[in-house]
């Protein structure tokens, strides 16, 4: 069973940039397609973006597009979420996520096992 430590979060400024990281252990990392949900005060998870085990493919959600980047490092075990252009609406809880198996589809298709989460909190 893989786990997830997801880490990076803190208070930001609106228009700041900020990188989270989330290791994994207990399970082969490239046999996981890896994603990054988050998740604000009363709203349900949203999905942000994943990629495939080898980092050629990726796919993201509309909040993500064109300011949001994930990325993963293999040999570190570590997949990552760089964030552009922070603004106040990104304040959330971000988790990250990995796939059943190699394909970033089975983060957003099926049922991914979760990190704890990191709490980002954008201020204006």
């Known amino acids: 069973q893989v786990q997830l430590a997801e880490s990076g979060g803190g208070l930001v400024q609106a228009g700041d940039s900020l990188t989270l990281s989330c290791v994994a252990s207990?399970?082969?990392?490239?046999?996981?397609?890896m994603g990054w949900f988050r998740q604000a005060p009363g709203k349900e998870r949203e999905f942000l973006a994943a990629?495939?085990?080898?980092?050629?493919?990726?796919y993201y959600g509309d909040s993500a597009k064109g300011r949001f980047t994930i990325s993963r490092d293999n040999a570190k075990r570590t997949v990552y979420l760089q964030m552009n252009s922070l603004k106040p609406g990104d304040t959330a809880v971000y988790y990250c996520?990995?796939?059943?198996?190699?394909?970033?589809?089975?983060?957003?298709?099926?049922?991914?096992?979760w990190g704890q989460g990191t709490r980002v909190t954008v201020s204006s």
């Open positions: 207990g399970s082969t990392f490239t046999d996981h397609g």
């Open positions: 996520a990995a796939g059943s198996g190699p394909q970033w589809s089975t983060v957003v298709q099926g049922t991914p096992t």
């Open positions: 990629i495939n085990w080898a980092g050629s493919s990726t």
